[in-house]
């Protein structure tokens, strides 16, 4: 079974960085499409950003397009998410989920995925 474990998430400034980090055991993390999600209180889960097993293709949220860069490491079994321009609003917990395939737009679904880790919480503040 395929386990996801967040770290890396804290306060920063408006303006600042973070590096989230999903750490994947269980499979081969290029076998799998990664997705970030992040769920701020009151609102829905938003899908953030994935990165495809076998393609490597990588989506983006406009949100956070040009703002936040995901990577992975197979050696490392990790996926990450560089977070840079922070800002109040980017305030959430921040998950990593797991699919063996998602076709086309529904990576931004949580609905697509079947694995989760159990979240890092980010906040935005100065």
């Known amino acids: 079974q395929l386990q996801l474990v967040e770290s890396g998430g804290g306060l920063v400034q408006p303006g600042g960085s973070l590096r989230l980090s999903c750490a994947v055991s269980g499979f081969t993390v290029n076998h799998y499409t990664i997705g970030w999600f992040r769920q701020a209180p009151g609102k829905e889960r938003e899908g953030v950003s994935c990165?495809?097993?076998?393609?490597?293709?990588?989506n983006y949220a406009d949100s956070v397009k040009g703002r936040f860069t995901i990577s992975r490491d197979n050696a490392k079994s990790t996926v990450y998410l560089q977070m840079n321009s922070l800002k109040p609003e980017d305030t959430a917990v921040y998950y990593c989920?797991?699919?063996?395939?998602?076709?086309?737009?529904?990576?931004?679904?949580?609905?697509?995925?079947?694995?989760w880790g159990q979240g890092t919480q980010v906040t935005v503040s100065s």
């Open positions: 990165i495809s097993g076998s393609s490597g293709r990588i």
């Open positions: 989920a797991g699919s063996l395939s998602i076709g086309g737009s529904s990576w931004s679904k949580s609905s697509s995925y079947t694995y």
